[in-house]
């Protein structure tokens, strides 16, 4: 049967078999531990890229499909799993990111590291989940799923200030998740279903001041988890205050997963004829060049390496929000651009900000001085890597800013542009502040570039490992930014996807 | 019965402000585990037994315990 | 005065939104029972389909079983999290307890507690209940351990370690069950049709008493759990 793909069930159901083994992982050599975390995420990564390649004639024609349903059939309430050109591209990227974050990971945390992948891969499971899902419940499950599990692991670290921000985190993500959770159950009493494809169908029946209230109660969750303007200051506290590569997740890979889930329901699900019926569309857009706007200029006041990363952040979503709300074909293609561009660049940067943090006092600007002398080669990927996203030509940042701005400049609206320009110079500002205070003079002898370089051999050595893994996310900036056309094929399906919600809706419909 | 319901759901009302109203914790916790079994017969009135018999394991019974604990951490005033 | 403005002032928010509330809830239909017929066909056709005799066990573990391994999923990775959070290093000093008559009295009711909270587990799909709530009434006779008998008795008598492997049991009891519906029934949670004796009976409904079984032990020992995390400092500050 063409409509059965078990592999669906098993990137959900391979992470929680996973994070039950690492749970147990107490009592294994600490070997044996980064063996089972790293072939865990492996098996996954080879899963997810193996489906890639098979169905690469599909993705081509852009039919490809697959689905899993769990239940009777002929039931009206099965559980529908589908897999399109979209969520394939997001599952791809997301879990090629994860990989390389797990690998850090095994070398970065030092202690209760059982209890840490037990976690991390059960976030994993449930951003695979709500990526996967066909169903607005299930949908929800795993949202509030992933708000609950990344909870313990920003107060990984148990201080106050990571308590402080932990608890502002639930409390602002579960207020989220109330809000998505009022809109699904509004939606249930008027169509009597939660199968995204059966709202779409029938979203139009509902009256117009209910659909208002419904997109409204969905934008106001959505907003408060990608932290744009008005309620985003639980974000910075919340991505500096854990370990780097729990930043790396949150920052990197969450943000995408909320990103691509606004996209399921205001293109597949809810048309987006309907935003622009309400004018809605105008408002979130301004509001996201605002946020973005915002976010570049308080990144220029924080004085924590991290805050000013997690501030940045702030800006670039912002920014592919917005670039999202112009619905126009060119705008698709460099917002998922975008999205790919930022997903490796901010990795990259939380990653080796945690490599770099690792012997400082703090993380206070004044206690980053020659931090550049120390570890040279680290650091030089550190400037690449922010060079990328200011947008300097050789590197995917700039492709993806480049297109970005195309798009403004095609729809004509001219302060989004503006903005994609400002966002670029401020944050030049930033990142040198930064790097000329990594770079002032200090007493201690320092290791010469050349004798870094050659002890890359060492690979298996623990902090080497570490290394590596900038290098890669270094060398991946560098890669797609001279080959971006690598993304033509995938990106193009996706926004065809974006475009034709009608053949998803009949897919999963008649499945 | 649909005067006893009427009855229940005032005194639901009640319980629910009377456990916001007053700043001892403990006063509020007990309201909230009365505002739990009255809610777990309204359930029962309308043949949710399920529903009842979670309710009033989870509502009145372990959330008012946990809750106790949170409480008596509170007051030995360690914030380790 | 600046308290009354301040008071006048969140008076206004409150009645401002209640009334949006209202106005947005009064555009809700009347209530006339569910269309598409889901109520009607559950009570129609569930028995037929499941076995289960109590309607609700079916939803909960068979149509909808995977929202429900999610669920309990939730209370895995929140006993991880608080665990995580609050662990310390030392052992904990018990308490003394609580009276001797409340010892007694309790130690009488306990077993019945214990044998109330199994019989729910297994007639979960016969009559009200199920795994959640059994678990939960197993999870309260640790409760009532550590707080009338002081926590290091309930330690010597069930060790967290002893509580973590019924936890990570349950789990695999319930992802084992999904996995198995994969390669006999073809579809993952499925429900599997081996020992099905006549409905009514303690072992009919394919596998939705074990179903009841993984979850109830994984639900209460993770709430016991949490509930022995968080007392820990408590007592040894008591005494």
Same mark, same amino acid.
């Given at each position: ?166 608890? =502002? ?188 943090? =690792? ?153 | ?58 509502? /009145?019974?372990?959330?008012? /315990? ?15 | ?11 206004? #928010? ?16 009347? @209530? ?5 017929? &889901?109520?009607? @066909?559950?009570?129609?056709?569930? &028995? ?64 019945? #507690? ?6 729910? #587990?297994?007639?979960?799909? &016969? ?45 695999? #009891? ?14 993952? &949670? ?50």
């Amino acid at each position: 049967m063409s409509w059965m793909n078990i592999e669906l069930i098993l990137l959900i159901a391979l992470p929680a078999l996973t994070a039950v083994i690492m749970y147990f992982s107490k009592y294994f050599k600490q070997r044996l531990r980064n063996f089972f975390a790293i072939t865990g995420a492996g098996i996954e990564l080879y899963l997810i890229f193996s489906l890639f390649v098979v169905n690469y004639e599909a993705v081509k024609k852009s039919d490809f499909f697959l689905q899993y349903t769990i239940g009777y059939q002929n039931t009206p309430f099965v559980i529908n799993f589908a897999m399109d050109n979209l969520s394939l591209l997001f599952s791809l990227i997301v879990t090629g990111a994860v990989f390389l974050i797990v690998i850090f990971s095994t070398q970065y945390i030092r202690d209760k590291e059982h209890r840490y992948f037990a976690l991390f891969f059960l976030v994993l499971a449930a951003i695979q989940g709500s990526i996967l899902t066909a169903d607005l419940f299930t949908l929800y499950l795993f949202i509030e799923t992933i708000t609950i599990f990344t909870t313990p692991l920003i107060s990984f670290k148990k201080t106050e200030e990571t308590t402080r921000a932990a608890m =502002q985190y639930l409390f602002y993500g579960i207020t989220g998740g109330i809000f998505f959770f009022i809109s699904m159950i509004l939606i249930y009493f008027k169509l009597g279903t939660l199968k995204m494809a059966a709202v779409a169908e029938s979203f139009s029946l509902i009256s117009a001041p209910m659909q208002l209230t419904i997109i409204i109660f969905f934008l106001l969750a959505l907003i408060i988890k990608l932290g744009i303007f008005p309620i985003h200051f639980w974000l910075p506290r919340a991505h500096s205050a854990c370990p780097a590569p729990i930043s790396a997740l949150l920052s990197g890979v969450l943000l995408k997963v909320y990103l691509y889930i606004f996209m399921r329901l205001f293109w597949t699900m809810i048309s987006f004829d309907f935003l622009v019926n309400l004018h809605l569309n105008a408002f979130v857009l301004d509001l996201a060049l605002v946020s973005s706007l915002i976010g570049h200029i308080f990144a220029l006041q924080a004085d924590n390496l991290k805050k000013m990363l997690a501030y940045s952040s702030i800006g670039h979503i912002g920014m592919i929000l917005a670039v999202l709300m112009l619905n126009t074909e060119a705008a698709f293609y460099g917002g998922l651009l975008h999205i790919i561009a930022h997903l490796l660049m901010k990795s990259g940067l939380f990653l080796s900000s945690g490599y770099l943090l =690792q012997r400082t006092l703090s993380h206070h600007i004044d206690d980053l001085k020659g931090i550049g002398h120390k570890n040279r080669l680290v650091f030089i990927a550190f400037i690449t890597i922010c060079l990328g996203t200011i947008g300097m030509p050789p590197l995917i940042g700039f492709v993806s800013k480049w297109y970005v701005l195309l798009a403004f400049l095609k729809a004509r609206h001219f302060f989004g542009a503006f903005v994609v320009g400002a966002g670029s110079i401020i944050a030049l500002i930033y990142y040198l502040r930064y790097i000329s205070q990594a770079y002032e003079t200090v007493k201690s002898e320092s290791l010469s570039l050349k004798e870094e370089f050659f002890s890359l051999r060492e690979i298996f050595n623990s902090t080497n490992i570490m290394k590596t893994v900038i290098y890669i996310f270094t060398l991946l900036v560098i890669f797609f930014g001279l080959s971006y056309q690598l993304f033509e094929l995938p990106v193009n399906t996706a926004i065809f996807e974006l475009l034709n919600p009608q053949k998803y809706i009949e897919l999963v419909l008649g499945g | 019965m649909a005067v006893l319901e009427v009855i229940l759901v005032i005194f639901l009302v009640f319980s629910a402000l009377m456990a916001v109203r007053f700043d001892e914790e403990l006063i509020s916790i007990i309201f909230l585990s009365i505002f739990s079994l009255i809610l777990t017969a309204l359930y029962l009135l309308h043949k949710a037994a399920d529903v009842a018999l979670a309710e009033a394991v989870i509502g /009145a019974g372990l959330n008012t /315990a946990i809750f106790m604990s949170a409480i008596s951490q509170i007051r030995h005033g360690d914030s380790d | 005065m600046n308290k009354l403005i301040k008071k006048i002032m969140s008076l206004f #928010i409150l009645a401002g939104v209640t009334y949006a509330l209202y106005q947005n809830f009064s555009l809700m239909p009347e @209530y006339q029972g569910l269309n598409e017929g &889901l109520s009607s @066909y559950i009570i129609e056709s569930g &028995l037929n389909d499941t076995g289960s005799l109590n309607l609700i066990t079916a939803v909960l573990y068979d149509y909808r079983a995977f929202d429900s391994l999610g669920e309990s999923t939730v209370i895995f990775g929140a006993v991880s999290g608080i665990v995580l959070i609050l662990s310390r290093k030392m052992l904990p000093v018990s308490s003394k307890g609580l009276s001797f008559i409340v010892k007694r009295t309790l130690g009488i009711m306990t077993p019945f #507690i214990a044998l109330f909270g199994l019989y729910v #587990i297994t007639h979960g799909h &016969l009559t009200p209940g199920g795994g959640f709530q059994g678990g939960v009434i197993l999870a309260a006779i640790s409760i009532i351990f550590s707080i009338v008998y002081g926590s290091a008795f309930d330690y010597r008598r069930y060790s967290p370690q002893t509580k973590t492997a019924l936890e990570t049991g349950g789990a695999m #009891i319930f992802l084992g069950l999904g996995l198995a519906g994969i390669i006999l029934e073809g579809a993952f &949670l499925h429900n599997l049709g081996f020992l099905t004796a006549e409905t009514g009976t303690l072992i009919s409904a394919g596998s939705i008493p074990y179903i009841n079984i993984g979850v109830g032990f994984k639900v209460g020992a993770g709430l016991a759990i949490i509930f022995y995390s968080m007392i820990q400092k408590t007592f040894e500050e008591d005494f």
